[in-house]
């Protein structure tokens, strides 16, 4: 099932759950390998990146099993790793594995990750900060060879808050002689939590949620039961899907509290968002008025991972709004579908484009090229008079459980084929 076919016109309403966070899951799948003792990481979501990520455990040697609404790993045996060549290029998040791996192990070997549509998506910052804590690097036929005779700890002022890199460090860190601090940590949820199951499973972190954290190495660690928090992404999503129909929904088990920005934009176009104890009640306008800007940002401002459902969404508001992309490079590719269903969007360079919000958008055959784009496609089809058949969908699964399925719950006329 590679196609999403989508007839638009229908308002959502009702509610939905939102799926386990994505971009949680796989780095706290990653840090279980740092104990001998089983995890049980429950709400994963059952999407193509954790099976990938769950596979790439399986042939370092963890035993994976799903049992009830979670996953048994048990890290007891692995070897040192040579990771096969599909997991890490076909899957940056697997990158991971590589502050895991030398932590545990003092060794990977890995292919070097490459860029993706969205950007170059460079690893200097990995390389540099773990150098730092004493592994040591060779690059030859395109694999990257790791490896640490004795970690230890370090003090790392990170020039970009990168949320890999920071996740990296910690899961050096937290194996490390001797304590690390990172400055210029990023502060997204999905590294919160990672903290937070690093904490179950015994590791001393200080600053968690901040910018400066503090990690006091070589503690011996133990399995843990832990939650993964409901996906930001996935959640906003559904709110811009509310939106760009005019309708109303309740967003079951959405994480308001880290949906500030994206809440604060809604209402700022004429939604009425209302917290509850267990998720989020979304009221829209039949058309969304248009803020003069929104720029993405690090947590907490707005998500580069929402920019190209609230562009969708623009596309059909009252008014202009120039949108910045302040994190990739490349991440409005998604322009040049949306523009042949009818929307009004200028490029005014790499980073900024100008949207002008249009009565309709008319449906027709169009292919997703990126995770976040994809997405973004299936709301302007929500929007877009007719049918709307999006190929490429593959990436759209890599990070939703079952777009279709969640959005046929809000009444949405869409099927997967
Ligand atoms: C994570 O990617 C997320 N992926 C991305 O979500 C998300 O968009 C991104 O963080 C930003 O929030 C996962 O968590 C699996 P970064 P990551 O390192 O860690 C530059 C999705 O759709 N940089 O924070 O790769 C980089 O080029 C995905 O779910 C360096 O220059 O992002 C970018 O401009 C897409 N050198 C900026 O930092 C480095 O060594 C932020 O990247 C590393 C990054």
């Given amino acids: 099932m590679d196609s999403i076919h989508i007839r638009g016109g229908v308002t959502l309403q009702g509610k939905v759950r939102i799926q386990g966070s994505k971009n949680a899951a796989l780095p706290i799948l990653a840090a279980s390998i740092l104990t001998k003792e089983p995890s049980c990481i429950r709400n994963c979501p059952r999407i193509a990146d954790v099976y990938r990520m769950l596979s790439l455990l399986n042939s370092l040697g963890c035993e994976v099993s799903w049992e009830n609404d979670g996953i048994r790993i048990c890290a007891g045996n692995i070897c040192s790793g040579d990771m096969p060549k599909e997991a890490i290029t076909g899957m940056r998040s697997s990158l991971c ?59 790392i002022e990170l020039p970009i808050a990168s949320v890999g890199a920071t996740e990296n460090i910690l899961l050096a860190a937290v194996m490390a002689q001797g304590d690390t601090v990172i400055c210029g940590a990023a502060r997204e949820p999905e590294v919160v939590a990672l903290c937070r199951y690093l904490q179950c499973c015994g590791a001393c972190i200080e600053g968690v949620g901040t910018g400066l954290l503090r990690i006091c190495g070589g503690r011996k660690l133990k399995g843990a039961d832990f939650r993964v928090p409901a996906d930001r992404i996935v959640a906003g999503t559904y709110l811009f899907g509310c939106m760009i129909t005019g309708g109303n929904v309740f967003l079951e088990e959405a994480p308001a509290g880290e949906m500030g920005s994206v809440l604060r934009l809604a209402e700022s176009m004429g939604t009425q968002c209302d917290l509850a104890q267990e998720g989020i009640y979304v009221q829209s306008v039949p058309r969304p008025i248009l803020p003069s800007a929104i720029r993405t940002a690090p947590y907490p401002g707005f998500p580069t991972d929402l920019q190209s459902m609230a562009l969708a969404v623009m596309t059909v508001g009252e008014g202009k709004c120039l949108v910045e992309e302040n994190i990739f490079e490349n991440r409005f590719r998604v322009v040049e579908p949306l523009r042949a269903m009818g929307a009004d969007i200028s490029v005014l360079d790499s980073r900024r484009v100008l949207v002008k919000g249009v009565e309709r958008l008319s449906g027709r055959d169009t292919e997703a090229l990126e995770l976040r784009g994809g997405a973004a496609l299936v709301l302007a089809g929500l929007r877009a008079e007719g049918e709307t058949r999006i190929q490429g969908c593959g990436y759209i699964y890599r990070g939703y459980e079952n777009i279709s399925r969640d959005l046929r719950e809000l009444g949405a006329r869409i099927i997967s084929v």
Avoid: K, S
């Fill in 97 to 155: 594995l590589l502050g895991a791996m030398t932590g545990r192990c003092g060794e990977v070997v890995m292919e070097h990750p490459g860029g993706c549509v969205i950007g170059e998506r460079p690893i200097d910052l990995h390389l540099w900060a773990l150098g730092q804590m004493g592994v040591a690097f060779e690059e030859a036929g395109g694999r990257l060879y790791a490896r640490a005779e004795e970690l230890h700890g370090a003090y």
